[in-house]
């Protein structure tokens, strides 16, 4: 059984950086797809990056693009997202999700098998 846990969220200013870590347990780690999805109050959950099992392809969002990076350490069994310039629309629950084997990155939530409990984001003054 594939276990995710996600850990950083934390209250920030607007313009800020903030790096976000899901630590996998179970499974083959090196041989799966992981997402990064976050839910706002009141919107659908939405993708924001993913990583396939080597970081070969990755996904984002436009609305993401060019601020958030998504990584991993296969040796650390971790999957990293690293925010930068945050925006009060950044604010949301943070999820990373997973799927065991070679797959590239969707920005779909039913392709994911395993997800985690989530990490609160707050951007705001």
């Known amino acids: 059984q594939v276990q995710l846990v996600e850990s950083g969220g934390r209250l920030v200013q607007p313009g800020a950086s903030l790096r976000l870590s899901c630590a996998v347990s179970g499974g083959t780690f090196s041989n799966n797809v992981v997402a990064w999805f976050r839910q706002a109050p009141g919107k659908e959950r939405e993708c924001v990056a993913g990583i396939n099992w080597s970081g070969v392809y990755t996904y984002y969002s436009p609305s993401v693009k060019d601020r958030f990076i998504i990584s991993r350490d296969n040796a650390k069994n971790t999957v990293y997202l690293q925010m930068f310039s945050l925006r009060p629309e950044d604010t949301a629950v943070y999820y990373c999700?997973?799927?065991?084997?070679?797959?590239?990155?969707?920005?779909?939530?039913?392709?994911?098998?395993?997800w985690g409990q989530g990490t609160q984001v707050t951007v705001s003054s």
């Open positions: 999700a997973a799927k065991q084997g070679n797959y590239a990155p969707s920005s779909d939530a039913d392709f994911y098998d395993y």
